[in-house]
């Protein structure tokens, strides 16, 4: 069992910055990734970035991109996501999630896949 628990919410102003970290204990023993994701009010959950943990790639959406920047410590088996130039629209819950991405068919953009989620994050961006 994997437990993901996310730190750095709050509230800022636009332009102002952010990171979140996202604990996670436990062990997986097959490709995965760790990613973030958010949902505001009445919206789907979205990806925002991911790792894949193996390779080490990233990936981001589009709105974020050259804003965020999603990062992890091996030996604390932790991500993080800084956020920059933060907007009133980045307003939302944030999430942490980990996919496992060995079965068939798993795609790290898509929230239903997720086999792990974190208690979520409050990030609220003031204009």
């Known amino acids: 069992q994997v437990q993901l628990v996310e730190s750095g919410g709050g509230l800022v102003q636009a332009g102002g910055s952010l990171r979140l970290s996202c604990a996670a204990s436990?062990?997986?023993?097959?490709?995965?990734?760790m990613s973030w994701f958010r949902q505001a009010p009445g919206k789907e959950r979205e990806l925002v970035a991911a790792?894949?943990?193996?390779?080490?790639?990233?990936h981001y959406a589009d709105s974020v991109k050259g804003r965020f920047t999603i990062s992890r410590d091996n030996a604390k088996n932790t991500i993080y996501l800084q956020m920059n130039s933060l907007k009133p629209e980045n307003t939302a819950v944030y999430y942490c999630?980990?996919?496992?991405?060995?079965?068939?068919?798993?795609?790290?953009?898509?929230?239903?896949?997720?086999?792990?989620w974190g208690q979520g994050t409050q990030v609220t961006v003031s204009s």
């Open positions: 790792i894949i943990w193996s390779a080490g790639s990233t």
């Open positions: 999630g980990v996919v496992v991405l060995s079965f068939k068919g798993r795609d790290y953009e898509r929230s239903e896949d997720y086999d792990y």
């Open positions: 436990g062990r997986i023993w097959s490709r995965y990734a």
